[in-house]
């Protein structure tokens, strides 16, 4: 079998995949926010009641080396999250970027199945990216290819302060806790969430660009964007399909778990 465990802010949930990509075991439990030795214990007892198997793992960051970095649940910051879970666990795990789990899961087999080029967002209570070549993770000589949520916000002139220490980030704006405090201004959103793919597409230029997170359950998302990104996209058709997730809120799991598929992952 092979294991995924998706690490959120508020929960971390289980699943076992058979070998072929069916659903075996899924587990959900809340994410000890702010403890590390019970976030490690946490995924351990995730792992032990799906059994035995291959086990992959999504956070909402990227390894530097030995620890975490980048990551909004900073407790992990700093820390050798792989170590000490391969210790817990007495088994090699591979951990990847939650955004990147997400590409890389509608890559292989949900909405950008049948695309060359697919970039995953993520907008939930942050805003992460993730990018998927011919099936396989693009992680950057820094491990940070598809953070676009850490951008400055196009055509926005000053924006509110972010936790990385600037200002102005898309994450600031797009967001789902930055969603509510505008007033869920819809009209707002729209506009800005068209801007900041347009600048994907210019860069990108993906066959498909698949939203998760919370805030993608919105339909309007998926007519809305496209009417106006072509405003900001350097070209005069776009093909670009902007579309939601097959498996939902299970993509960032079931991406962790595709990571120890050999033909879908990059060293």
Known sequence: MRIGIDLGGTKIEAIA???DG????????????GDYGGTVSAIAELVQAAGE???????????AGEVVKNANSNWLIGRPFKRDLETALRREVRIENDANCFALSEAVD??????????GVILGTGVGGGISVHKKIVKGVNGIAGEWGHNPLPYESS???????????IETFLSGPAFERDGRNL?????????????????????VIVLGGGVSNLPSLYTEVPRIWGRYIFSNT??????PPVFGDASGVRGAAWLWNEAT???
């Open 17 to 19: 995949l058979d070998a």
């Open 22 to 33: 069916r659903e075996v075991f899924r587990k959900r439990v809340p994410t000890p926010a």
């Open 53 to 63: 198997g291959t086990v992959g793992i999504g956070i909402p960051g990227a390894m």
């Open 110 to 119: 949900g909405a950008g199945r049948d695309a060359e080029i697919v970039f």
């Open 159 to 169: 924006g509110p302060e972010c936790y990385c220490g600037r200002k102005g980030c």
């Open 187 to 207: 009209e707002r959103y729209h506009e800005r969430l068209a801007r900041a793919l347009a600048g994907v597409i210019n860069i990108l230029d993906p066959q």
């Open 238 to 243: 776009v093909a670009t399909r902007l579309v």
């Open 265 to 267: 992952t990059v060293p």
